[in-house]
């Protein structure tokens, strides 16, 4: 062991010498006077605290010029923020106020009235905020939404200044603001969406003379009075889609042209809305080949004109056969574009199964497909609309305007010495309007309701067909009512556009709020218990206080006892008698809500519009919360379409990302007063009601109550029908009634027979449309009011557009533009467009 032990230690000590270098180092090859270790380079100096990428509004382009607002509207206010210093955690707000000349102002009067006068700001006053997480130097998106006010009248020159403010957690940190101005729509305008990875190929849309009617050079100052009709939207399609993700945010997008953009592109949410918004009367445009296998696969499918299978050659003579036909007169381009389609072989056209519902565009040979979706329409162009053959052709415009817009056909008429567009069979000689641009309609904001000289009298008076007046506010214009047309004849104007906002607005002036405002009011507060109940209740405490008292005392010999029993009974007596009159003893709440649910034909998702009545005895504030996103609140009157009360004038919040759907916080109700709240949200009926040869078939989860069913035939005659009540799942027999009467009992709750009865008349249901139109008396979902009232009462009208008339398509234009305006709008260019101001300002302010 010893001579181990001496072995080892010499090696040892060798092995050490050797590693020594490696212990203590070696100046290797560094430079001299290079140091050792030179320190990282500091970090860039950061301007700010957080970098924003600015408040947009959706849909957003990519250029500037084609963001805007619609007044009136809702729309989805996007904010990009990074953290440059640090985490943050904190809260996102965001607003909108009006600027009538332009002006971004560093000013934050909530108390400042919805009605300010022209030329002065006006702020909606609504807040939206969301919680917003900040990771440092990273670079997050957050959307919100928020409700568009009405100025007195919109020009190309009108703006809106969006505000978005982060308010972090950390109190030693000052919140950051900007502001942007951005354009607002004009009451024809809608949005044009086209989803392409290829936008270049659709840039000459931008100088169509259906998007906006050309100009002279030489009047120029006639530029800013021409009105827009269509503000061209091409979102990026390199990530997040910058759509919204709610039908109410869609309801200022007229057309969605959908290219060659692939669906999964899409949220869920996006969708949805989509899917939604067809429905209630969007138009969907899908262009050739591009994308139409995966749309056929996905969630739209059930929606396309045809389940495409795959391409096949498109056939030179349907080309030739649908230029000519198209064709304005004058067009010497039709020759030189058949003979560029028939040059070339091996063009793409989409093949596959047509849908049963679905029909050949006229003079096209069935190269285009329409289908009627609900109120909408999906049109699929089975070539791609982009084709050279298609670039060239003087008639596009025309083919364009009526044969995938559906609008009206136009001329070009000389008007003092002014080259002038106006539609060809409008004795009005208009030019564009928001019922032409778009078919979204929703009954409860752009319902027109027909009444004989008041709406109780219309109850139970079969005869009073055909004499009414317009339930109408001031702010709609509908044609007048002839009443000397035969009781029931059509009277047009089914709906009707708000001056301002146009088609798909949020009103508190339509006549359903109008109706339901005014019963409402009748209906809202306390309900004082009845007679008998009192007389009944002073009864039984008198019983129980005294011969009941003693004789129970007396039987257990305890008879002394009996007076000490005297408060203990006083005090059940009072706690029995007020949970009996559902009152909360002395702090009394009640809750009135009258609801107005839409549905589409085989469609399971309703629109549904609550208007909300909440009393107090003592002041208090209420929440509203929504368990889906597609819910919108606000208080009656908030955009001074109606002169509110005084607590309706004051800011509220309206809460997003805490819960699964927005929530209103805190919204007080002073003692002893009523204010009204309007809702709307989009709930799931759990199936459809369908009309199938004469058989009815509530699908739903609902039992609908005093049913009727009225039709108009295609010769304009009426038919009515009374189901009675219609049981969830239940099929009912339709017996059709000529004589056109509707009889509803006088006694419904909350008088909701003043709103059927308008509904149930014949003289604004167009020819070839059928109606049903119902009552619902169980509580609808989707929202809950935090504290809850003690005393609630809810109806629920219900309607059902069981058929939709036939859209024809209409004819080409009357002529051509002329040769000089052709010439002229090649050169027009993109920032010609309105919405071109486009700013972004830092400010120091708080909300």
Request: charge should be neutral; include cysteine.
């Amino acid at each position: 062991m010893q001579t181990r032990r001496g072995r080892f230690g010499p090696t040892l000590l060798i092995w050490t010498l050797l590693t020594l270098p490696l212990w203590v180092g070696c100046d290797g090859c560094r430079l001299p006077g290079q140091a050792s270790n030179p320190p990282p380079p500091p970090p860039p100096e950061v301007s700010s605290e957080f970098n924003f990428g600015g408040i947009q509004a959706l849909p957003l382009g990519n250029t500037p010029g084609q963001m805007g607002v619609k007044p009136g509207h809702w729309f989805t206010a996007s904010e990009t923020i990074r953290a440059n210093r640090a985490d943050h955690r904190g809260l996102l707000r965001q607003r909108i106020e009006l600027q009538p000349q332009a002006n971004v102002v560093d000013s934050f009067d909530l108390s400042t009235p919805a009605d300010s006068v022209a030329g002065e700001k006006i702020l909606v006053p609504l807040l939206s905020e969301r919680p917003a997480v900040l990771p440092q130097m990273r670079t997050k998106r957050f959307d919100a939404r928020l409700l568009a006010g009405l100025p007195r009248s919109v020009n190309r020159n009108t703006q809106a200044l969006l505000s978005g403010q982060f308010v972090s957690s950390t109190p030693a940190t000052l919140p950051d603001f900007v502001q942007r101005s951005v354009s607002m729509l004009q009451p024809q305008e809608y949005f044009f969406i086209v989803l392409t990875k290829r936008p270049e190929r659709f840039s000459s849309l931008q100088t169509a003379d259906w998007i906006r009617p050309p100009v002279d050079q030489d009047e120029s100052e006639l530029a800013s009075e021409t009105p827009t009709n269509y503000r061209l939207v091409l979102p990026k399609t390199e990530g997040l889609l910058t759509l919204p993700e709610t039908m109410f945010d869609w309801t200022s997008t007229a057309v969605l042209l959908w290219d060659d953009l692939d669906p999964s592109t899409l949220t869920v949410q996006q969708t949805r809305a989509m899917i939604d918004w067809v429905h209630f009367g969007g138009r969907l445009i899908i262009n050739g080949t591009g994308a139409g296998i995966e749309l056929t696969r996905s969630n739209l499918g059930p929606l396309m004109p045809m389940e495409i299978q795959g391409n096949g050659e498109l056939d030179a003579a349907s080309v030739a056969d649908l230029l000519e036909s198209w064709s304005v007169t004058g067009d010497t381009t039709t020759q030189q574009q058949v003979a560029i389609a028939r040059e070339r072989s091996a063009r793409l056209q989409v093949d596959g199964q047509v849908h049963p519902d679905a029909v050949s565009v006229r003079d096209t040979s069935d190269l285009m497909l329409r289908r009627q979706v609900g109120s909408g329409q999906v049109i699929l162009s089975r070539f791609d609309l982009t084709s050279d053959w298609m670039l060239g052709w003087r008639s596009r415009d025309s083919f364009f305007n009526a044969a995938v817009l559906g609008r009206p056909p136009r001329k070009y008429v000389t008007i003092d010495d002014v080259v002038r567009q106006r539609f060809a069979d409008d004795k009005a000689s208009r030019i564009a309007d928001a019922s032409t641009n778009t078919g979204l309609r929703l009954m409860a904001r752009d319902g027109r309701l027909v009444k004989a000289s008041a709406v109780a009298d219309s109850v139970n008076q079969p005869s009073a067909l055909g004499r009414g007046e317009a339930i109408q506010s001031a702010a709609s214009e509908p044609p007048e009512v002839d009443p000397a047309k035969k009781p029931g004849s059509f009277q047009g104007a089914e709906f009707v556009a708000h001056p301002i906002a146009g088609m798909g607005s949020w009103r508190d002036d339509s006549d359903v709020a109008i109706l339901a405002r005014a019963t409402l009011r009748s209906q809202s507060g306390i309900v004082i218990p009845p007679r008998p109940f009192v007389i009944k209740a002073l009864a039984i405490y008198l019983a129980v206080l005294v011969p009941l008292n003693y004789l129970f005392f007396r039987v257990l010999g305890r008879l002394e006892w009996a007076w000490l029993a005297v408060p203990v009974i006083g005090l059940g007596g009072a706690a029995w008698i007020a949970r009996g009159a559902s009152l909360d003893v002395g702090f009394a709440r009640s809750r009135t809500e009258i609801a107005i649910l839409e549905m589409q034909p085989e469609y399971s998702r309703a629109h549904a519009t609550r208007f909300i009545s909440l009393y107090n005895s003592l002041s208090r504030r209420y929440d509203f919360a929504f368990d889906s996103p597609d819910a919108a609140v606000a208080p009656f009157g908030i955009l001074g379409q109606v002169k509110p009360g005084d607590e309706e004038r004051e800011p509220v919040t309206l809460r997003y990302g805490f819960a699964d759907g927005p929530i209103l916080s805190g919204v007080s109700v002073a003692s002893n007063r009523t204010l009204i709240f309007h809702a709307e949200q989009i709930l799931d009926m759990g199936g459809s009601v369908q009309l199938r040869n004469d058989s009815l078939r509530n699908n739903t989860q609902f039992e609908l109550l005093d049913c009727w069913v009225i039709g108009r035939e295609k010769d304009g005659s009426l038919k009515v029908a009374n189901l009675g009540t219609c049981a969830a799942g239940a099929r009912v027999r339709v017996r059709w009634s000529q004589s056109g009467t509707v009889s509803l009992p006088n006694d419904l709750p909350l008088d909701l027979q003043q709103l059927m009865s308008p509904m149930l008349r014949g003289e604004t249901l167009p020819p070839g449309a059928t109606r049903l139109v119902a009552r619902c008396e169980m509580p609808l979902p989707g929202m809950t009011i935090s504290p809850e009232p003690a005393q609630q009462t809810s109806g629920a009208v219900v309607i059902v557009h069981l058929t939709r008339p036939a859209i024809d398509v209409p004819s080409g234009d009357a002529n051509l533009m002329p040769d000089r305006l052709e010439k002229q709008r090649q050169n027009r260019l993109d920032d010609d467009a309105p919405g071109d101001a486009d700013v972004d300002v830092k400010v120091n302010a708080s909300f």
